[in-house]
């Protein structure tokens, strides 16, 4: 096995030539901040509709969390509320090369295994089964016996499996960039190097977004910032809850079968890629920097999600460019000049790419050979790390503000925004027409944090 030489970079290299550079118009119906999967998929559903959306993004499309997961495309194990839109997720992806006319989304349906090692995991996937049958999933409970069959070279003992076929993969690095061409070609604008300063607001209403490069007028605005959604969300006087944790993922070279699809245990997860290779994570790990977020947001987290952090380790060294960073500007205040001349946070953090340690890497690698045999020649080509944007209750918000007409947020994945995200797209683009959205979307409230319920923890 190996880690030597391996390329501690994104798969999205924030130097090539941008790809989109729209000339920013003086209006449009409706402006997206954030070209991650959730701004896209809208700006894709949008232009479908004919509506006329911009999007701005301050780096590259799908600069941040959406070129860096494992492109899990999950039904199993999902919260009970989040599952009607993850299937109606599952379809949107299955028509999406067809309704783009790309063929590099790289999606598959080879399905995602998730392993018991222990009595208390095979009650959490009997409790799935029940919501699966429900919805008529094609999951199943594998015994002992099946596991082994599926996975042949595993050294440990696994109780049982919980399998769902029709779960897939796409490869988030050529998905994500696939659809912001497709929505380009339908009308919509889509701007790199473009930070939105602030949102402006007349008399409550949105009237206009401050972009880097100047104003565009507009009545409708979809916050879809990912990790600095909170920060921006502040600006504008609304509390949104969110922390940053970060994951690190490493791409093994294709060198040995060790299962066809999608599967995670306690300690590592691992997505087949169309050639072959893997994509490598510490299923449960990932680390939380000690910021002036982890503080501000304290009695949210505490209501319950922090015992769901045994699997984060806390870090204490400030790192300068991280979402609630002590040190990082205040973001700026509606109508505010200086906020409008001056260069913002959004543009000091174009691409947020925090570090990977090796020693993470050195211990996925560990943890393989743990769990199959047959891979001391396993070899890293490339690591990297994304920032996770979770919520409290780790279910997102799409939702409008009551507080601010004409604005609209769409964030807090938790962890799983990528699979869930075209239908999370679709969802947005009704919401912001003024149509049906096709789902209750009670439980993703905004002011859920705010309104004296308990909150209700989905999985992780
Ligand atoms: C390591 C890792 C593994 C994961 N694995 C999976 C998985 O297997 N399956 C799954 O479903 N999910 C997974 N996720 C989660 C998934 O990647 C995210 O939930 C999803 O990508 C979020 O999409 P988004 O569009 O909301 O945010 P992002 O992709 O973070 O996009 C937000 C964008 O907004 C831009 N932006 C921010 N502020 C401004 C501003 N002021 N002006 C202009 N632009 C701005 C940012 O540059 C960024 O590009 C994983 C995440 C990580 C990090």
Known sequence: MSS??????????????????????????VVIIGGGI??????????????????????????????????????????????????????IWKSLAQKTGENELAFNQQGVLYLAGNEQEEAEHDEFMKLAREHNL???????????????????????????????????????????RAASRKGALIKENCAVRTIETTNNKVSSVVTEHGEVKTNRVLLAAGAWTSQMARSLGLYLPQLAVKSCVARLQPEQELFSGNLADDKLALAQRM????????????QHTINADSFRYLWPFRQGAIKKFSATEFKFRQQPNYPGNWTLPKPGKNA???????????????????????????RMLQRL??????????????????????????????????????????????????????????????LIRGDAPGHDLQRFRLNRFTDGSKLQLGPI
Not at 5 to 25: E, F
Not at 275 to 284: E, K
Request: charged residues 25%; hydrophobic residues 35%.
């Open 369 to 430: 050979n743990n769990q199959f045999d047959q891979c001391e020649n396993a070899r890293v080509t490339h690591a990297w790390a994304g920032m996770i944007e979770t919520t409290p209750d780790f279910v997102p918000v799409l939702d409008r503000s009551q507080q601010t007409d004409g604005l609209f947020i769409a964030t807090g994945f938790s962890g799983h925004g990528f699979g869930i995200g075209p239908a999370a797209g679709r969802v947005m683009a009704d």
């Open 336 to 362: 505010d000049a200086a906020v409008r001349d001056k260069i913002s946070v959004y543009e000091k953090n174009r691409v947020l790419d925090p570090q990977v340690e090796p020693a993470v890497v050195e």
């Open 138 to 180: 094609d999951s199943v409970l594998l015994d002992k016996q099946q596991v082994k069959e599926k996975l042949p070279l595993a050294r440990k003992p696994y109780l049982s499996g919980l399998w769902t076929p029709s779960d897939g993969r796409a490869e988030p690095w050529y998905a994500v960039p696939a659809l912001a």
């Open 275 to 286: 050639d072959g290779g893997y994509t490598m994570a510490l299923s449960s790990y990932h």
């Open 38 to 91: 959730a701004g896209i998929s809208t700006a894709f559903e949008l232009a479908l509709k004919g509506t006329r959306v911009l999007v701005c993004e301050k780096g590259r499309v799908a600069c941040e969390q959406s070129s860096r997961n494992w492109g899990w495309i999950r039904q199993t194990g999902r919260d009970a509320d989040e599952l009607p839109l993850m299937i109606e997720s599952i379809e």
């Open 4 to 29: 030597d030489q391996i390329q501690y970079q994104s798969p999205i290299n924030s130097q090539t030539p941008i790809t989109h550079d729209a000339t920013l118009p003086d209006s449009v119906d």
